[in-house]
């Protein structure tokens, strides 16, 4: 039994044993990004055990994610997925508000939710680069990154090529929090992110359906209404 295919196959949320994640998985990162003009997301990513003799053996894979415009319900819904997979490390921009509220619902917590700060939001312009690297990893003929049926795939598809380096910090929360998860687990992993699947010439996107070829059975275009915060089980 290939524990990790199952894995990287199963729906988001499907639970697995810590023995189960610690047998497949070389880490597991949690990601948040703060709402914005989109809703807050948070993300949990898994980095196969892969070969360290082959960068290109490794993969990541959406474990679970949450989301919500309420900055309170997007930090409670991050503790509950931290609870869940226990991953090793957060990464998030700092923020004052959020860090308010952090310490709030950390005092009379089981399992204090500790997020770290990203240098990926001092790249400037930051979405040329995230988009660039996302799509390295997505790229159809060899791909790194499996998002299932996530919400991050319909937000990709909205992202039109001439609007790529307008694009600031809070503009796409959900496509922001599995960046700085999957940027910052490829560097300690000390995994090439683009080298694996594309190079750097070009623009980022030829087109605003780019990412189409993730729009397959098993995986959803959420379409306009992103009002609504994850259901419980979904969290």
């Not at 990513?45 to 309170?72: H, K, R, T, W």
């Not at 299932?148 to 790529?164: N, P, T, W």
Request: net charge negative; with cysteine.
């Amino acid at each position: 039994m290939d524990t990790w295919d199952e894995l990287k196959l199963a729906k988001l949320g499907e639970p697995f044993s810590d023995r189960q994640i610690a047998a497949c998985c070389r880490a597991v990162y949690g990601g948040a990004a703060w709402p914005g003009k989109n809703p807050g997301f948070g993300v949990v990513v898994a980095m196969s055990q892969g070969n360290e003799d082959d960068a290109s053996s490794y993969e990541i894979c959406l474990l679970d994610q949450c989301e919500s415009f309420d900055m309170p319900s997007l930090i409670r819904a991050c503790m509950e997925l931290d609870k869940r997979w226990q991953p090793q490390v957060w990464f998030a921009p700092e923020n004052g508000a959020a860090a308010e509220f952090q310490d709030e619902l950390n005092e009379n917590a089981e399992r204090p939710l500790d997020l770290a700060p990203t240098d990926l939001v001092d790249v400037d312009p930051l979405y040329p680069y995230i988009l660039g690297t996302l799509k390295g990893l997505l790229a159809e003929r060899d791909r790194k990154l499996f998002l299932k049926d996530s919400r991050i795939v319909g937000y990709l598809s909205q992202i039109e090529a001439g609007e790529i380096a307008e694009l600031e910090l809070g503009a796409f929360p959900a496509i922001e929090a599995l960046a700085f998860a999957v940027i910052e687990l490829l560097r300690d992993a000390k995994v090439p992110a683009l080298s694996q699947t594309h190079t750097s010439d070009g623009p980022a996107l030829r087109n605003e359906r780019e990412f189409d070829h993730l729009l397959k059975p098993g995986a959803t275009d959420p379409g306009p209404d992103y009002d609504t915060d994850f259901a419980d089980e979904d969290i």
